[in-house]
Antibody
């Protein structure tokens, strides 16, 4: 059974950066994608970006281009999200989820799919 | 990007009843690549349906999905106490994948 275990809650100041990790076990880490989805308090779900660990190229939603970095460490089966330039609007629960790509280009860009396994979520609070 | 509109926003129902949730897309969903998720307070979403109508592993058969093009439906044939939750649809036929705003199924 695939398990995704995320790092713990974070409290950050406006303008700073946050890093969240997602460790995978029980499955084949490198052949799927790991996507990040966030949920602001009382709100819906928003895809942020993702990566196929066998490649080094991540896909990003246009909204987060320039301040989001997604990486993966194949040796530890861990994916990472780093979000910079934090504002109060970034206060949310951040989830990693396994994404089964519909297609993967030679450079690692992929067409995402549904999310069959999810991490437990990491609350990031941005407050002065 | 494709906008998904779910209705109703909140649905009040009783255990044992049949409920139908709607998800309408702003344009046709390629290959009916639509999924449904269930989320309970303080928990991560749970994967229910993919390809508009295929149940994920371990999902009870009281959950069924249908629809094509721009109109999709999730039906719960007989509500169980554990089914009261928020349900989200997601399209993954076009990039970026997008979610609906959710339908809350609450106890009447």
């Amino acid at each position: 059974q695939v398990q995704l275990v995320q790092s713990g809650a974070e409290v950050k100041k406006p303008g700073s950066s946050v890093s969240v990790s997602c460790k995978s076990s029980g499955g084949t880490f490198i052949t799927y994608a790991i996507s990040w989805v966030r949920q602001a308090p009382g709100q819906g779900l928003e895809w942020m970006g993702g990566i196929v660990p066998v490649f080094e190229t991540a896909n990003y939603a246009q909204k987060f281009q320039g301040r989001l970095t997604i990486t993966a460490d194949r040796s530890t089966s861990t994916a990472y999200l780093e979000l910079s330039g934090l504002t109060s609007e970034d206060t949310a629960v951040y989830y990693c989820a396994r994404d089964r790509p519909r297609s993967i280009a030679a450079d690692g860009h992929f067409s995402g799919s549904f999310f069959d396994f999810w991490g437990q979520g990491t609350l990031v609070t941005v407050s002065s | 990007e494709i906008v998904l509109t779910q209705s109703p926003g909140t649905l009040s129902s009783s255990p044992g009843e049949r409920v139908t949730l709607s998800c309408r897309a702003s344009q046709s969903v390629v290959n009916n690549n639509l999924a449904w998720y269930q989320q309970k307070p303080g928990q991560a979403p749970r994967f229910l349906i993919y390809g508009a109508s295929s149940r994920a592993t371990g999902i009870p058969d009281r959950f069924s999905g249908s629809g094509s093009g721009t109109d999709f439906t999730l039906t719960i044939s007989r509500l169980e106490p554990e089914d009261f939750a928020v349900y989200y649809c997601q399209q993954y036929g076009s990039s970026p994948g997008t979610f609906g705003q959710g339908t809350k199924v609450e106890i009447k």
